[in-house]
C-alpha cells in the first residue's frame, strides 16, 4: 500500500462526541439526596416520639432509690432574747409579753460542737398552695359553731331584778346576763355569773324560756375578781330542760400564747347568747388584787359596759373570764379576760364553801435589779396593806418586803399565794420582812395570825 493510501485511511474528517443533557445529570444526583433528607427528617421524628414516650419511665426506672429532698427549717438554738417564761407567769413588775408556761423555746442537743464555730440559722420557706373554696370557709365555721352548741349547754340566762327609786316611787331595774355551770352536786348546780350584776338583788331567777323562770340564790363570791357563784336547785328545774344542761369544762389559761385563736361565748358583745371569734393579742398583764395577783390576757374581740361571759379555747374549754372591772384603760374597747388557772382554786373553794384564808396586803413582784438594790435574792414588795387586816395588826406597812413565812421562801406573788392557802384561818404564820426607811434598813419577824376572809 502506498504512502498515500495509508494516510487516508488513518484520517478522520469528524469525529462526533455525545454530550449528556445537563438537566438531566441534576436530576439523578438531587434524588438521592432528597431521598437521603427524607429518611433523616423521618428518624427524627421517631427518635423525638420515642424519647418522648420511654423518657418518664427510665427516669423513675432510673432514680427509685433516691429520696426526694425538702426544705428543712433548722429552729433557733438558743431562746430569744428578753424571753425570760418561768412556768407561772410571774418573773417581776417589769415583765412584758407572753410569760405564760411551757412555752420557752428551748432547743436540744449541742449548739456547736466546736466553741470558735458560728451557729447559722438556715430558713427555707415551703409554700403549698391550697384550694379552699367558699364551702370550705363556711364549713370551719360550721365546725366552730357545732362546738359552741355543745359549750351552749353550760350556758345559762340570768335575770336579776333592783330595787330603784325614781320621781314616781319605788320600782324595779332588771337587769340581763349569762352564767356558766361550773360545778353541780346531788341538788344543786353551781353557776359562775358576774358579781355586779346579782349582788343587792331582790330575786336572782335562771330563765329557760319566756315562760320558764326559776329562783337562785347567791351562795357565795369574790368582790376582788367581781364574781359569784349562784346555787340553783336541780329539782326545781322543769324536766323539759334539765337534761339539757351540762357542767362546763375548766381548762388551763397558762399555755396560752399570743396569736391563738379563742371564743368568746355567754354575751361578750353585750347581746344575751352571742359569740366571737378572734385571737389573743397580748398576754403578760397582771392586776393584784387582796393576797394574790391575777394574770390577765387581752383579745382583739370588741366589748361594752354590758359584756360578760367566758373565754374558750378550740377544745371547747374555758380558758378566760371576760372582766370589766381589772382591765387596763388601754384596751378599754377591746376584751380582756382574766386566766383560768389562777382562779380555779377560788371557785373550787367558792362550791365546797370552804373559808378562805385572810392575810391582808396587795403586794407585787420585784424585778432582779430591784432586788439588787435591796441586797436581797427573793421577796415580794407590799403596795398596800389592809386596814384592820392580820398583816396590819401584826405590824406589817406599805413598803415592807416579805422575805419568807415559816422558813418557806418567797419568790414571788403566785408562791405567796400558794404557801399561804395551804393553811387554815386561826393560823399563826412567822413572817421575816425588811423595811427601808431612810437610810436605814432592817429585818425583822412578825406574827401573822391569818383569819377568814369576810366580805
Excluded at 443533557?21 to 421517631?46: C, D, E, Q
Excluded at 331567777?205 to 369574790?222: I, T
Excluded at 422575805?403 to 418557806?408: E, G
Aim: hydrophobic letters at 35%; proline letters at 3%; glycine letters at 8%.
Amino acid at each position: 500500500m502506498s504512502e498515500i493510501d495509508k494516510d487516508n485511511k488513518n484520517f478522520e474528517f469528524i469525529k462526533e462526541q455525545v454530550i449528556e443533557n445537563k438537566r438531566r445529570k441534576w436530576k439523578k444526583r438531587l434524588f438521592p439526596l432528597a431521598m437521603t433528607g427524607s429518611l433523616a427528617i423521618l428518624f427524627g421524628v421517631i427518635a423525638a416520639t420515642t424519647f418522648v414516650l420511654v423518657e418518664p419511665g427510665l427516669y423513675k426506672l432510673l432514680n427509685k432509690n433516691i429520696e426526694t429532698k425538702t426544705p428543712v427549717n433548722f429552729p433557733s438554738i438558743s431562746p430569744e432574747a428578753g424571753s425570760d417564761n418561768t412556768g407561772n407567769g410571774t418573773t417581776g413588775t417589769g415583765n412584758t409579753g407572753n410569760t405564760g408556761n411551757g412555752n420557752t423555746g428551748t432547743g436540744t442537743g449541742n449548739p456547736t460542737d466546736n466553741p470558735g464555730e458560728t451557729s447559722q440559722t438556715v430558713t427555707n420557706t415551703v409554700i403549698q398552695k391550697l384550694d379552699v373554696s367558699v364551702e370550705d370557709y363556711v364549713a370551719m365555721y360550721d365546725q366552730i359553731h357545732g362546738m359552741v352548741n355543745k359549750v351552749d349547754k353550760s350556758i345559762v340566762t340570768v335575770t336579776s331584778k333592783f330595787p330603784v327609786k325614781d320621781w314616781f316611787g319605788d320600782s324595779e331595774k332588771t337587769v340581763n346576763t349569762t352564767g356558766v355551770i361550773v360545778a353541780s352536786n346531788t341538788s344543786d348546780y353551781l353557776i359562775l355569773v358576774s358579781l355586779d350584776r346579782v349582788k343587792g338583788a331582790d330575786s336572782i331567777r335562771v330563765k329557760f324560756s319566756e315562760d320558764s323562770y326559776v329562783n337562785a340564790v347567791l351562795q357565795d363570791y369574790e368582790a376582788d375578781l367581781n364574781i359569784g357563784l349562784l346555787a340553783l336547785k336541780i329539782m326545781d328545774i322543769p324536766e323539759l330542760y334539765v337534761n339539757g344542761l351540762e357542767v362546763a369544762d375548766l381548762g388551763e389559761s397558762y399555755g396560752l400564747s399570743v396569736g391563738n385563736p379563742v371564743i368568746a361565748v355567754g354575751n361578750p358583745n353585750g347581746h344575751i347568747n352571742s359569740m366571737d371569734v378572734g385571737i389573743v393579742t397580748s398576754k403578760g398583764s397582771c392586776a393584784c388584787i387582796t393576797d394574790n395577783r391575777l394574770e390577765l390576757f387581752n383579745t382583739n374581740m370588741m366589748t361594752n359596759e354590758n359584756s360578760d361571759g367566758i373565754i374558750l379555747n378550740f377544745d371547747g374549754k374555758i380558758v378566760g373570764l371576760i372582766t370589766r372591772t381589772l382591765k387596763e384603760d388601754l384596751n378599754d374597747g377591746l376584751s380582756t379576760a382574766i386566766g383560768i388557772s389562777r382562779v380555779k382554786q377560788i371557785i373550787i373553794q367558792m362550791g365546797l364553801q370552804e373559808p378562805r384564808i385572810y392575810f391582808g396586803v396587795k403586794a407585787d413582784d420585784m424585778t432582779e435589779d430591784v432586788r439588787k438594790q435591796n441586797s436581797i435574792t427573793n421577796g415580794i414588795y407590799i403596795n398596800e396593806v389592809q386596814a384592820d387586816s392580820p398583816a396590819f395588826k401584826a405590824g406589817l406597812r406599805d413598803g415592807d418586803i416579805i422575805l419568807s413565812i415559816n422558813d418557806q421562801t418567797v419568790l414571788n406573788t403566785n408562791n405567796f399565794y400558794n404557801i399561804i392557802s395551804s393553811y387554815e384561818p386561826g393560823d399563826k404564820l412567822t413572817v421575816n420582812a425588811k423595811r427601808t426607811s431612810g437610810n436605814t434598813d432592817k429585818e425583822m419577824e412578825v406574827q401573822v395570825v391569818l383569819t377568814e376572809k369576810v366580805q
